[in-house]
């Protein structure tokens, strides 16, 4: 019984990550309406850039109390509990970019629109079904060659394959958090896209005989 992993590479296709508006106002009103037009021009922004009404999905709408100072009496005890002094909203909408070149472009756009908090960027494939049976050959040639190697040591020969057991697969990754800053206009944000993997775990089962 061999256990092997095998590996597909690939460039990624795919960015996928959140842009985050945070609106502060004095009700929970004021806070969500602020939000409300300010996530709007943001959307508005994402079509321009190019991005699919599919690929751009509201992920998280969260509204809080904002908390002011306890009032602290001359011998340190608190003499006033923090009171509600605000109230924070935040609307997140995660985005598929599928022009990986222009996406440095899209996150500065983003930002001179209001996005004050992106997450991301995790690239992916759109479609990893290659890469996943790249990865699948190379574990069997992996495996195969082992067991050749194992039944050469023990003066044995590889017979058949009696059972395969496949395990893993293709996880795309997820985006990492990040604080957005005010872009210079002069220039975009520059985007590396690497490569992404796809794995494959396999148990192989070989009959050996004399």
Known sequence: TITTEGKGTRTPDLAVFTACVVSEGKTASEALAANAAAMTKVIATLKKAGIADKDIQTSQINLNPVYGQPVIGPNGQVVQEPRIIGYQASNSVTIRSRDIKGFGKVLDALVASGSNQINGPAFQMSDPRAAM??????????????????????????????????????????????????????????????????????TVQFELAQ
Do not use: C, F, N, T
């Not at 190379?138 to 050749?148: E, G, L, T």
């Not at 957005?180 to 590396?192: G, L, N, Q, R, V």
């Open 133 to 202: 049976d790249e990865a699948r050959d190379d574990a069997m040639k992996q495996a195969r060659a082992r067991a050749d190697l194992y039944a050469k040591a023990a003066g044995l020969r590889v017979v058949r394959i009696v059972s395969i057991s496949e395990g893993g697969g293709y996880s795309p990754p997820q985006p990492v958090y990040a604080m957005a800053k005010m872009a210079d206009a002069s220039s975009s944000s520059p985007i590396a896209a690497g490569e992404v993997e796809a794995q494959v775990s396999l």
